[in-house]
């Protein structure tokens, strides 16, 4: 569950109206799960921003509902918030990619499995 958590926020690298459009939009859940989990608040923070734009404060699990919803939104709700979002992403320090990539060397095995030994095949 963490590694899914982890790696669905890499995932969710695009404009957040799109995001919310497309089918990938299912994935937002697990990256809020994710941010929390890795101490990043800054993109809990502003995941948490873009739902509230919504309607419901939330993006339907059905793509078809989610996209009647996002009709009711201007693209231009998100802006300052895409701009937070690129803005922290393009830092170093706070670059999505390398968080997640320290995160995981910090913890391989909960990113990793060991591969199983297979029997030795005999040769002719």
């Known amino acids: 569950r963490l590694r899914r ?22 994935l937002v859940p697990w990256a809020l799960e994710g941010a929390a989990r890795m101490g ?21 699990p059905d793509h078809d509902e989610a996209q009647a919803v996002l009709d009711k939104v201007s693209p231009s709700a998100f802006r300052p918030i895409n701009d937070a979002y690129y803005a922290l992403h393009r830092k170093p320090e706070s670059n999505v990619y390398l968080l997640i990539a320290r995160h995981v060397r910090a913890a391989p095995d909960a990113f990793f499995r060991r591969a199983r030994p297979q029997p030795a095949t005999p040769v002719e």
Not at 5 to 26: C, E, M, S
């Open 5 to 26: 958590a982890v790696l669905r926020l890499g995932d969710l690298q695009r404009r957040l109206h799109q995001l919310f459009w497309n089918p990938t939009g299912i």
């Open 40 to 60: 990043a608040q800054a993109y809990l923070r502003i995941y948490r921003d873009a739902l509230a734009v919504l309607p419901e404060g939330e993006r339907p």
